[in-house]
């Protein structure tokens, strides 16, 4: 990977390399009255239909595609609270690596389903990014397996920043992109692809307020650590790293933050509007639209919606 920023050229060679493996999802219009409640006029990307159920398998995908024959063969391992894990026990599959995993205690039934289904080794931890760390370097340094970065790392933010190179090839004519962020390596791929495709489209990060960790990064200018993981957006619980802060400090125009009452709003129209599952941290992004219509006012926005990996039996609605 190169040593730099990667350009837009980089996130295309990443969609010729993950091509027939990953699925070009929808760009769904607004239905359901969504225009008319935001006042703006509103493009999904539906990453929830993506194989493994998430935007987290393009990613885990181009990592695997680049990996040499001595690290195929002793394996990779990860830290995830469950998305980055299920996409790489399925790429694993796909391409015959075996796949460790290091997850919080506290990750959801149906991510750690998900994992052991596509036959993905799941060790848990503390949830904590420092517990998370810990287990994986002890197992790091005893199995010899490659580690894969759930969003530090070159490859992982290429292949990330496809779904949002897909959303402006198929609605090139956007205002503004939102992401969700958490760790930064979709919204980092993202601002990547769209500023290449278009400087002038705004990408925004959206983020729980209980878990502002990036836009607080963002606003001050330095890094600021993990919050306590009170989110129900429990995909969206990490740090930025030094790379991904890099990029958003360059291309990403604002991080933005919204309540959790806010994304249960968002969950359920996107449920009842789109007839979409989608998991907490993929309201975020139309969670900031309802939460400030007047801001979006007559734009065309892109949302990316992240996951559908929702465990309906810890839902009462």
Request: hydrophobic share 45%.
């Amino acid at each position: 990977m190169p040593a730099d920023i990667p350009m837009l050229a980089d996130i295309r060679a990443a969609a010729d390399r993950i091509a027939g493996k990953v699925l070009r999802t929808p760009v769904l219009p607004a239905r359901g009255g969504l225009n008319e409640l935001t006042g703006s006029t509103l493009y999904f990307k539906a990453e929830n239909l993506q194989r493994a159920g998430a935007f987290k398998f393009r990613g885990a995908c181009n990592a695997l595609a680049q990996l040499d024959a001595n690290q195929r063969q002793a394996g990779v391992i990860t830290h995830s609270s469950g998305n980055h894990a299920a996409a790489l026990a399925l790429a694993g599959q796909l391409f015959d690596v075996p796949v460790q995993v290091v997850m919080p205690k506290t990750a959801s039934e149906v991510k750690v389903a998900a994992v052991q289904s596509y036959g993905g080794r799941i060790h848990f931890c503390e949830p904590t990014q420092q517990a998370r760390e810990e287990r994986l370097a002890d197992l790091s340094q005893s199995t010899g397996a490659h580690f894969v970065p759930p969003y530090d790392d070159w490859r992982i933010i290429c292949g990330q920043g496809t779904a949002a190179l897909e959303l402006v090839e198929d609605q090139p004519d956007l205002d503004v992109v939102i992401a969700p962020v958490g760790g930064g390596g979709l919204l980092s791929g993202t601002a990547i692809a769209v500023k290449g495709h278009s400087p002038d489209i705004v990408v925004i990060g959206a983020e729980p307020v209980l878990a502002g960790d990036a836009h607080l990064s963002f606003v001050t200018g330095r890094l600021h650590p993990q919050m306590p993981p009170r989110s129900i957006a429990d995909g969206l619980l990490t740090a930025l790293s030094e790379r991904t802060f890099e990029i958003i400090r360059r291309h990403v125009d604002a991080i933005q933050t919204v309540s959790e009452i806010d994304i249960v709003r968002a969950m359920r129209l996107i449920g009842e509007r789109l007839k979409l599952v989608v998991e907490p941290s993929a309201a975020v992004p139309l969670a900031l639209v309802l939460s400030a219509p007047a801001q979006f006012a007559g734009r065309r926005v892109g949302i990316i919606l992240s996951g559908g990996n929702l465990d309906l039996q810890r839902w009462r609605w």
